[in-house]
């Protein structure tokens, strides 16, 4: 499923996103999000609570859908 060393809270956010976003991304989508919003936070903070984490990947999965409806 993921690739955050078995960490819980990610796996547990990352079925959150999944069933926020079913219809709209594919699970996939969902984890990379979720990877590249913990690799971020990690880069631009240097932590990566759950929280951050969570809104991140929101967000990024938010302008994904929008972009997505933009183009038709």
Same mark, same amino acid.
């Not at 969902?30 to 880069?43: D, P, S």
């Not at 990566?48 to 302008?63: D, N, P, Q, S, W």
């Given at each position: ?6 960490? =819980?809270?990610?796996? =547990? %956010?990352?079925? %959150? !996103?999944?069933? =926020?976003? +079913? ?13 590249? @919003?913990?690799?971020? @936070?990690? =880069? ?6 759950? +929280? %951050?984490?969570?809104?991140? +990947?929101?967000?990024? !999965? ?6 997505? @409806?933009?183009?038709?």
């Amino acid at each position: 499923m993921s690739q955050h060393s078995g960490d =819980e809270h990610y796996q =547990e %956010l990352e079925t %959150l !996103l999944r069933e =926020e976003f +079913a219809g709209v991304h594919p699970p996939a989508t969902v984890t990379r999000c979720v990877q590249a @919003a913990h690799h971020g @936070a990690l =880069e631009v903070t240097g932590d990566a609570t759950a +929280a %951050l984490v969570e809104r991140i +990947a929101r967000k990024h !999965l938010r302008v994904l859908a929008t972009a997505a @409806a933009e183009r038709g």
